[in-house]
C-alpha cells in the first residue's frame, strides 16, 4: 500500500503546477488584462511572436483554424523544430493535399503572454504567399489554442488585442450588444439573419472567420434559400493553403447579428468543391469574415460561449468591391514589385489595356515605392468616376531586361 500512497501524495502535492502546464496560452504575471499590439493589414489581424526562442514573426490570428500552422518547414528547421508524424490536410480547392509535419510542446513568446506545450503542423512545403495578399510577410496562424481559455478582445482602430483573466468579464461589457457563440470542432459559429431580398428571410448558421478577409461568405450548396443575385462577379475570391477558391462576388441586402445591421454587405459565393461536405455536414450556411469584423470592436469569450461586439469607426462606411479591374499581388516587399495577376475583362483597367504580369511602377504620379499594397486595394475601392493614372512596365520577353514603359488611365466604375 506505500507506493500507492507516495503515488497520491505526489499528485495532491504538484496539482496546481499540473493544472498551469495544461497547453494554452497564459499571461507572465498575474493581472486583470494585458495588451498587445499588433497589425490590421487589409482587416486581417497579425501578431508578432516568437517560437522557441527564435526570431520574432509575424502570425496571422484565426478563429477558423483548430491547430496552429507554420507555412515554412525552411523556418521550422532553422529554429530546431521536430517532429513527430505527418498529416495530409486538404487544401481550399477541395482537391489539393498537403502534407505536413506534426511539432508538439513548443513554446510561444509574446511578450507578456506565452503559449505553452503549443502543438504545431508545418507545411513540409513552404508556402509564404500571404504577403502577396496582404503586404507584410506572415509565417504561420494561429487559433484555437490562444482563444480557449481567456476572453480575447481585438481592437481594430486601436491595433491592439486586450487578453483578459479568465473570470474579468463575467457579463455583457457596458455598450457592447452579445450573441451566443457554439464550438464545433474548436470552431466559433452564431446565428444570425441573412436577408438576400427584402422579403425573404434566412436564419443562418455562421463561422465567425477573424482569417479570412472577405465580409460575409454564402454557401449555395447548404441551402435552397441561398441564391446568386442578379447582378454579380465571376472572381477569384481568395488565396489560401492549397490554391484558389473561385466563385463570384454580389450583394446581401441584409445581415443583422442579433440588432446590428449591416447593408448592402459584399458577399461571396465559391463554387461547390470535393470539399462541400464538410461544410454541409457541420450544418453551416457560411462564414462571417474580417471585412464585417473590422468594423467592429470584438471579445470572444470562449469559455462562456459568448461573443460580444460593437461599432468601430468604419462601421458606416458603405461596402465596396474593386471597382478597376485589378488583383494587384506583392512579388516582393524588398524592392516594393506589385505585378498585376488578374484583370477582368470588361473592366476599366482591361478596357484601358492593362493586361495581366504588368508591373506597377506609379499610381497618380506617385513612385510605386511609396505605396503599400492595402492602401492600393483602398484605392481601387475608393470613388466610383475617381481617375486612375498608372504606369506601368510591360515584359517583352522572358529577358527582364526587355521591356517598355507603357501609362494607362480611367475612371472607377462600380461593378456590383
Same mark, same amino acid.
Given at each position: 500500500m506505500r507506493p500507492l500512497f507516495l503515488i497520491i501524495l505526489f499528485f495532491s502535492c504538484n496539482v496546481t503546477t499540473a493544472f498551469a502546464q495544461v497547453p494554452g496560452f497564459y499571461m507572465r504575471e498575474k493581472s486583470k488584462k494585458i495588451e498587445l499590439p499588433i497589425i490590421v493589414s487589409n482587416n486581417l489581424v497579425v501578431i508578432p511572436l516568437s517560437i522557441n526562442s527564435g526570431p520574432p514573426v509575424n502570425f496571422l490570428l484565426d478563429t477558423g483554424v483548430k491547430t496552429n500552422i507554420l507555412f515554412s518547414k525552411t523556418f521550422g528547421n532553422y529554429i530546431g523544430l521536430?517532429?513527430?508524424?505527418?498529416?495530409?490536410?486538404?487544401?481550399?480547392?477541395?482537391?489539393?493535399?498537403?502534407t505536413a509535419s506534426v511539432s508538439p510542446n513548443n513554446y510561444v513568446d509574446m511578450g507578456p503572454l506565452e503559449g505553452i506545450f503549443q502543438t504545431i503542423l508545418v507545411l513540409d512545403e513552404d508556402?509564404?504567399?500571404?504577403?502577396?495578399?496582404?503586404?507584410?510577410?506572415?509565417?504561420?496562424?494561429?487559433?484555437?489554442?490562444?482563444?480557449?481559455y481567456?476572453?480575447?478582445?481585438?481592437?481594430?482602430?486601436?491595433q491592439k488585442i486586450t487578453f483578459y483573466a479568465g473570470e474579468m468579464i463575467k457579463r455583457k461589457p457596458l455598450g457592447y450588444k452579445k450573441v451566443?457563440?457554439?464550438?464545433?470542432?474548436?470552431?466559433?459559429?452564431?446565428?444570425?439573419?441573412?436577408?438576400?431580398?427584402?422579403?425573404?428571410e434566412l436564419e443562418s448558421k455562421l463561422l465567425i472567420d477573424i482569417g479570412a478577409n472577405h465580409g460575409l461568405l454564402l454557401n449555395r450548396e447548404t441551402s435552397d434559400k441561398i441564391i446568386l443575385p442578379k447582378e454579380n462577379i465571376e472572381s477569384d475570391l481568395g488565396r489560401s493553403l492549397g490554391g484558389d477558391l473561385f466563385g463570384f462576388v454580389?450583394?446581401?441586402?441584409?445581415?443583422? $447579428?442579433?440588432?446590428?445591421?449591416?447593408? #448592402?454587405? *459584399?458577399?461571396? =459565393?465559391?463554387? /461547390?468543391?470535393?470539399?462541400s461536405y464538410v461544410i454541409r455536414e457541420s450544418g453551416r450556411q457560411g462564414s462571417i469574415g474580417s471585412e464585417i469584423l473590422g468594423r467592429m470592436t470584438v471579445i470572444m469569450d470562449y469559455n462562456r460561449e459568448k461573443m460580444y461586439f460593437k461599432r468601430g469607426d468604419t462601421f458606416a462606411i458603405p461596402f465596396e468591391f474593386d471597382m478597376s479591374g485589378?488583383?494587384?499581388?506583392?512579388?516582393?516587399?524588398?524592392?516594393?514589385?506589385?505585378?498585376?495577376?488578374?484583370?477582368?475583362?470588361g473592366s476599366p483597367a482591361y478596357e484601358s489595356g492593362i493586361r495581366m504580369k504588368d508591373e506597377f511602377r506609379s499610381i497618380n504620379n506617385i513612385p $510605386?515605392?511609396?505605396?503599400?499594397?492595402? #492602401?492600393? *486595394?483602398?484605392? =481601387?475601392?475608393? /470613388?466610383?468616376?475617381?481617375?486612375?493614372?498608372?504606369t506601368m512596365k510591360r515584359y517583352l520577353d522572358d529577358n527582364p531586361a526587355n521591356f517598355e514603359l507603357k501609362e494607362f488611365k480611367f475612371k472607377l466604375k462600380r461593378q456590383i
Open positions: 521536430t517532429y513527430t508524424r505527418k498529416l495530409d490536410l486538404v487544401g481550399a480547392d477541395g482537391q489539393t493535399i498537403l508556402f509564404m504567399e500571404l504577403e502577396q495578399v496582404i503586404g507584410i510577410p506572415v509565417y504561420g496562424v494561429i487559433g484555437y489554442e490562444f482563444f480557449k481567456n476572453p480575447v478582445k481585438i481592437d481594430y482602430d486601436k451566443d457563440i457554439k464550438l464545433d470542432n474548436s470552431k466559433p459559429y452564431i446565428l444570425a439573419k441573412v436577408k438576400q431580398e427584402a422579403n425573404s454580389g450583394r446581401t441586402f441584409l445581415l443583422n $447579428i442579433n440588432g446590428m445591421k449591416f447593408k #448592402d454587405v *459584399i458577399t461571396s =459565393f465559391p463554387e /461547390e468543391t470535393e470539399f485589378i488583383t494587384p499581388r506583392l512579388e516582393s516587399s524588398d524592392e516594393k514589385v506589385i505585378f498585376v495577376t488578374q484583370v477582368r475583362e $510605386i515605392d511609396f505605396w503599400e499594397l492595402p #492602401d492600393l *486595394i483602398k484605392l =481601387f475601392r475608393s /470613388e466610383e468616376g475617381k481617375e486612375i493614372k498608372i
